[in-house]
């Protein structure tokens, strides 16, 4: 590398003993692609897990509504139905777009409470379940004279 330093006659062009390296070196390099690949790792795997999470966030909410929907059902039932349904399980799967989920419905008589039932509604997907409970008063239809 040359360079001008001052001297009798001016300005005098001089090389240096030691060279001068431009740039990084191979080792610098390296660390730096190590630094940025593990922090892209990092960003990925962050993203991943909120991806999923999103996901299962969506399917519970979904079978919150459909448990809901099924209480709201048993809710309605005549004193037969409930006669009928007395501490049996109930099951079955909803109809499309929810096909994947199924469905279990439990009624029985809350003890020492004439007339008050309790209602247990279970809906499972794949890697889940929701489940839901009530208690209600069956239905009464009055005539008007």
């Given at each position: 590398?040359?360079?001008?330093?001052?001297?009798?006659?001016?300005?005098?062009?001089?090389?240096?003993?030691?060279?001068?390296?431009?740039?990084?070196s191979?080792?610098?390099?390296?660390?730096?692609?190590?630094?940025?690949?593990?922090?892209?790792?990092?960003?990925?795997?962050?993203?991943?897990?909120?991806?999923?999470?999103?996901?299962?966030?969506?399917?519970?909410?979904?079978?919150?509504?459909?448990?809901?929907?099924?209480?709201?059902?048993?809710?309605?039932?005549?004193?037969?139905?409930?006669?009928?349904?007395?501490?049996?399980?109930?099951?079955?799967?909803?109809?499309?777009?929810?096909?994947?989920?199924?469905?279990?419905?439990?009624?029985?008589?809350?003890?020492?409470?004439?007339?008050?039932?309790?209602?247990?509604?279970?809906?499972?997907?794949?890697?889940?379940?929701?489940?839901?409970?009530?208690?209600?008063?069956?239905?009464?239809?009055?005539?008007a004279?």
């Open positions: 590398m040359w360079f001008w330093i001052p001297g009798v006659d001016g300005l005098v062009r001089c090389r240096s003993s030691h060279s001068v390296a431009a740039g990084f191979l080792l610098e390099v390296l660390v730096a692609v190590v630094v940025v690949g593990l922090a892209a790792v990092a960003a990925l795997a962050v993203l991943g897990a909120e991806l999923r999470a999103a996901g299962r966030v969506v399917k519970t909410l979904e079978a919150q509504a459909l448990a809901e929907y099924r209480l709201a059902e048993a809710r309605l039932l005549s004193d037969a139905e409930l006669a009928r349904l007395r501490g049996q399980s109930v099951e079955g799967r909803f109809a499309p777009p929810f096909e994947e989920y199924t469905w279990a419905l439990v009624i029985h008589p809350v003890p020492g409470e004439p007339g008050l039932r309790e209602a247990q509604v279970r809906v499972a997907w794949g890697t889940g379940e929701v489940v839901l409970g009530s208690r209600f008063r069956s239905p009464t239809i009055q005539v004279p």
